[in-house]
């Protein structure tokens, strides 16, 4: 096993990489009306296949807002 200060270099690479990562800015702009012209009945749509998916499977509901909770979660800050 070679030591650690032979792989510095890459231990330092990495550590740089990871930190420009975790600070580059994302500037999503979300909006309530983002698909309003393009699909006007996505909410019709999604809310039918997620009643017809709980009415299949009773933890559907539950499934999917662990998914969302743990998966999707964005911090959002109102806007002033």
């Known amino acids: 096993m070679e030591p650690l200060r032979d792989h510095g270099a890459s231990c330092l690479l990495m550590i740089i990489m990871v930190v420009l990562c975790l600070a580059a800015p994302a500037q999503g702009q979300l909006s309530d009306d983002f698909y ?18 709980m009415k299949a499977e009773i933890r559907m509901g539950a499934s999917l807002l662990r998914l969302h909770f743990h998966d999707c979660f964005v911090n959002v800050r109102p806007s002033p």
């Open 36 to 53: 309003d012209d393009s699909c006007p009945k996505l909410e019709s749509i999604v809310q039918a296949r997620v009643a017809a998916a």
